[in-house]
């Protein structure tokens, strides 16, 4: 639900319908994107994630809107952690579900030579190396292309990533050294004769040495982090790159949970949440990016950068569209600058539509999208004009860290990923108290019990069709937008040994 | 301690000691800062604030940094709401005292047209109009004229924007019309007519019309908000205006604390804080806009016009600076879009001084100043350079609101506001608990009781003069800062009748 309902009319098809390979691209998707000329084939094509192992006749059928059924793993698969999982399609909206997932386990080994060139090729290796979890929920808008590259690569490109720094993944309790030689060992500088340049050098800033020698110490940690936004930002380009050779249509918001190391590391870029719920208690591990949480952002863009907005658009925000009549009037603003409100007298300039536009889920950048982090979108434009919206859009996630081994969790202890459709409408409270409840009539020892858990959550926030849609059982408007969910124990690891 | 110290060397000459007109002015205040022509004349003289109604020996004395006396209000002074007030001196760092505060009850009227012009020069009024209290601590570095100036003009400037939105302000229950026509009535938009219009041109976006012709309703609280944040954008216009005509030196970190028909406006640009204790429990009013904090916000700015950084400068953060025998070598960094770091090759460019540089209370914008919002500063400079700092510095405070009447308070439940002079030595939890505990053996009906409880914080913030400085009972250095605290009681309005 994040390109604006005016383009979605133009996007409704999406692709042809038959999986694997056979896949017929016709890529008229929304928000004036154009996916190159129609010969370019799909980089990957349309499917459901790799471990549903759906058939082409259930493919077929679970894009079926009338019965929407939810798809949750087979009594016989087996993610690691015990993951659950459930996904439900959206109500008409589009043909296919733009959402996409996966988990995965991997190895995080030191790059060799031939690695270098062709790693994105490997598989989750043969089990030898520091072992990687991953769990990533992908919502594609205006076509699946972006969503279904993500889910194949972003993993991949974190785990080489991280192979980089191997060594000092190897070596946890000292801190990593602020600069490295050229063959990636520790370099020390020397201080002394550093001090003794400066104090030579006219130009330099004459302070006590303590400060203008200082060394921030960087933790691991936060070099994890770094790794986890230094790949969101390669998978982007990525995607800007083989879209010189592919058709990769739209965008997504992109969520990832990796587990390194006996740390949880939360990586949202959009609208997608991730909650902790321990003891019944919600953790939040995300904030959403949307136009009115990154307003702000986007309005300081816009102001410093005006050719940005082609001049169509204002970097101001208006509570209402302004009418040509109303010039020399004064009316609600705020800029770049503001929380508050206050009046200005219209002028011309302000007639143009606002950057910023509309409230809640209604919000959207240059009237596009509601979004603004994910990846993909490079072609994005406003309607009917030349105008890119991507500038004003982030790649880079904010990243939480939850240390996993510091805590205690029983069985019922789980962190939920779900895309915006199962947030809109049911809250973080609802979402703990049903999965709670849920689990803990539940055996523990039954393998299905999170996949359980999240079909039961995707079953009240789809709702029961009734004559006036998707209902739920107060009676309040089910969600109509396609619905992913992990429910992931954090006891997990332990069933794995 | 904002300025760097390689510039405060240059800036303990801070203008005269004599008070009230006889003030000589000797600007060569620090950070390259210019302050005009030594001919023009300080916008208002040096003091300390009126209500403590110090006398020119007092004064004196206040200054004496040997024995840095912690003043306070006299026992026959009385503040609004018996505000608590007290102040020291830094322990040597520059000659005067460069924090102000201001504490008024002031009155928002309709403005006459006689008003519109000189407003800012009529006092706090006869005693009609909607009741507005106000308190504000202003911590100035590089000299104390945007401080002085601050504190005798913010508060006006808030009361009369206020008068300007007089009439929505009486009738509090209905929200702020979006448009006003030129006499300031609401003005209703023709919307039939505006779809009419919207329908027939070619270019506009053709959505429903719910969307576009939605109104954002926004509240009377957020105009209110509105209000402050411009008059802070004011203020800060207004010192740049009249540096053509006085001498008003360096700039200045502003908290306000703002009482209007109900609520409780906290305003903050700067490293100053706010907090309420209630029960003895903490609410943070205020965050601190640092080098640190607003890294980000920075580097970004850096990034969009790098000549802002004019060629010395790289938006770019290393943990150390770079030698130029590491070129080619790896660094950790990071950007405007990381909170982690990760390695990049060292390229010339990034032998660069760091925009942003040093950790906690050392960090630095440009290796110069230790805050990013406040008012004043137009003419500071990098040392020995033509760049400017002010582009990266906001005079827009964050607003946080509490809402007064809907709590119940007790005689010990207080706002503390104070500069970090304060709150570098003393944390959020030990002021709690020494002005709880102070409170609590005190006459509930002595109105000193909150100078007193103030004066108690300044003394264990101050510490006592030993062989090895200013030290706190536990032995750690006492704040070397110059302090300002107010402790306002919450339950104050009430014993104002």
């Known amino acids: 639900m994040m390109i604006s309902k005016v383009k ?44 549903l192992d759906l058939t082409p006749e259930l493919l077929q059928y679970s894009t079926e809107h009338a019965s929407r059924p939810v798809l949750t793993l ?75 590259m993500a889910s ?35 370099y020390q500088a020397d201080t002394k004769k550093g001090a003794a340049q400066e104090t030579e050098d006219p130009d330099a800033v004459n302070d006590s040495s303590l400060r203008f020698h200082m060394e921030k110490v960087v933790s691991l940690e936060s070099l994890v982090m770094g790794v986890i936004e230094t790949a969101f930002t390669q998978m982007d380009d990525l995607i800007e790159k083989e879209k010189m050779s592919y058709a990769i249509s739209g965008g997504c918001c992109a969520l990832a949970a990796i587990y390194l190391m006996g740390k949880l590391y939360i990586a949202n870029a959009g609208d997608s949440r991730a909650i902790i719920i321990r003891n019944n208690e919600v953790i939040p591990m995300t904030n959403e990016f949307t136009p009115e949480s990154e307003r702000q952002r986007l309005q300081y863009l816009g102001f410093l950068r005006p050719e940005l907005l082609g001049n169509e658009f204002t970097h101001i925000e208006f509570p209402r569209r302004i009418q040509h009549s109303e010039l020399g ?136 069709l009734k004559e006036r849609g998707w209902r739920l059982p107060n009676e309040r408007l089910g969600s109509g937008d396609d619905i992913t969910v992990f429910v992931i124990p954090l006891a997990g690891q332990e069933s794995e040994t």
């Not at 004064?330 to 409100?341: P, S």
């Open 152 to 186: 194949k690569l972003l993993h991949r490109l974190i785990r080489d990533r991280l192979g980089e720094i191997f060594h000092l993944l190897e070596n946890p309790t000292s801190a990593p050294p602020i600069c490295l030689a050229k063959n990636g060992s520790p």
């Open 329 to 464: 009037k004064k009316m609600l603003y705020r800029d770049h600058t503001m929380t508050g409100w206050a009046y200005k007298t219209i002028v011309e300039d302000d007639l143009k539509f606002p950057l910023i536009y509309g409230e809640g889920k209604k919000a959207r950048v240059m009237a596009t999208i509601g979004v603004t982090r994910g990846l993909g979108d490079h072609d994005l434009k406003v309607y009917n004009s030349n105008i890119y919206i991507k500038p004003f859009l982030s790649c880079v996630p904010e990243v939480k860290v939850y240390n996993l081994d510091e805590n205690k969790h029983g069985p019922d202890d789980v962190l939920v990923m779900g895309t915006d459709g199962l947030w809109d409408v049911t809250t973080d409270r609802e979402v703990a108290d049903a999965v709670s409840a849920y689990l803990s009539c539940c055996d523990p020892s039954d393998p299905m019990r999170y996949t359980l858990a999240a079909q039961d959550l995707l079953m009240r926030s789809r709702g029961v």
């Open 74 to 148: 087979k009594r016989d698969s087996r993610l690691p952690w015990r993951t659950g999982y459930a996904e439900v399609i959206n109500a008409g909206k589009s043909m296919l579900n733009e959402d996409q997932a996966s988990c995965e386990k991997l190895f995080v080994k030191k790059p060799s030579s031939k690695q270098r060139n062709s790693s994105l090729l490997e598989d989750n290796g043969d089990g030898t190396g520091i072992p990687l979890h991953f769990w990533g929920v992908y919502d594609g808008h205006a076509g699946s292309g972006a969503a279904i």
């Open 8 to 51: 979605n009319a133009m996007s409704t098809l999406v692709g042809g319908m038959m999986p694997h390979g056979h896949h017929h691209h016709n890529h008229h998707s929304g928000g004036g994107q154009t996916c190159g000329p129609d010969s370019l084939p799909p980089r990957f094509p349309y499917g459901r994630p790799d471990f």
